[in-house]
């Protein structure tokens, strides 16, 4: 049975009322529903196959909304990969252990400690100028919600610094790995923002048309 136009928008509310709030999750949703009612359903009204995926439904939408999340974070795990083999990405590493080390020659120990945490924190608060932004696509798109949130992992380096501060602060070669892995964490969390938010945004704009 070849769905119409209002079918289509009975399936989307139906999803909306069912607590499927961002718009991505639904799309896929509304995709797969009536795709399967066109092709395979016994079910005479629409209405009565809605009911009977409910579980489904909501089983879909969880498992869609980790998918999202975790392949932004395995994102961020391949760029940050690509800063031990890809010449450009190497160079940066190298810059960023060569500066430590400089930087470690002029500057007390605290005042370098006081600087890297500094930018670290800027690279981890680097979404917030998107998220107030696009505070509306934030709240209706997993996509987007996701991927403000790749600066996850590399806040927890500023939690672990301040943790153990003391003791890194006592090994300069392990400082000076700490303070380039996290920072190179940050860098890839800005690079796979900035390279996914347009993608990311037209598609919230197809989705509202």
């Not at 069912?18 to 797969?32: C, M, P, T």
């Not at 209706?140 to 806040?155: D, G, I, N």
């Not at 501060?165 to 090994?171: A, E, M, P």
């Not at 892995?181 to 190179?184: K, P, T, V």
């Given at each position: 049975m070849?769905?119409k136009?209002?079918?289509?928008?009975?399936?989307?509310?139906f999803?909306?009322?069912?607590?499927?709030?961002?718009?991505?999750?639904?799309?896929?949703?509304?995709?797969?529903l009536?795709?399967e009612?066109?092709?395979?359903?016994?079910?005479?009204?629409?209405?009565?196959?809605?009911?009977?995926?409910?579980?489904?439904?909501?089983?879909?939408?969880?498992?869609?909304?980790?998918?999202?999340?975790?392949?932004?974070?395995?994102?961020?795990?391949v760029?940050?990969?690509?800063?031990?083999?890809?010449?450009?990405?190497i160079?940066?590493?190298?810059?960023?252990?060569?500066?430590?080390?400089?930087?470690l020659?002029?500057?007390?120990l605290?005042?370098?400690?006081?600087?890297?945490?500094?930018?670290?924190?800027?690279l981890?608060l680097?979404?917030?100028?998107y998220q107030?932004k696009?505070?509306?696509?934030v709240?209706?798109?997993?996509?987007?919600?996701?991927?403000?949130?790749?600066?996850?992992?590399?806040?927890v380096?500023?939690?672990?610094?301040?943790?153990s501060?003391?003791?890194?602060?006592?090994?300069f070669?392990?400082?000076?790995?700490?303070?380039s892995?996290?920072?190179?964490l940050?860098?890839?969390?800005?690079?796979i923002?900035?390279?996914?938010?347009?993608?990311?945004?037209?598609?919230?704009?197809?989705l509202?048309?």
């Open positions: 070849k769905l136009k209002r079918d289509i928008k009975l399936i989307d509310n999803l909306e009322q069912k607590g499927i709030k961002y718009l991505d999750v639904r799309s896929e949703l509304l995709d797969h009536a795709s009612f066109e092709e395979k359903s016994n079910y005479s009204l629409l209405e009565d196959y809605l009911v009977s995926k409910i579980e489904f439904i909501k089983s879909f939408a969880k498992k869609q909304q980790k998918m999202i999340h975790w392949s932004y974070q395995k994102q961020l795990l760029q940050f990969s690509k800063f031990f083999y890809k010449p450009k990405f160079l940066t590493f190298s810059g960023l252990i060569v500066l430590g080390y400089i930087l020659q002029y500057l007390s605290e005042n370098f400690s006081l600087i890297y945490f500094f930018v670290l924190v800027g981890v680097y979404p917030l100028f107030i696009y505070s509306k696509a709240k209706k798109v997993q996509s987007m919600q996701s991927l403000f949130t790749v600066t996850a992992l590399p806040s380096f500023l939690y672990t610094f301040s943790v501060k003391s003791f890194l602060l006592d090994n070669g392990l400082l000076l790995l700490y303070y892995f996290s920072i190179l940050g860098i890839s969390a800005v690079i923002i900035e390279n996914d938010r347009k993608k990311v945004l037209k598609r919230y704009y197809e509202l048309s």
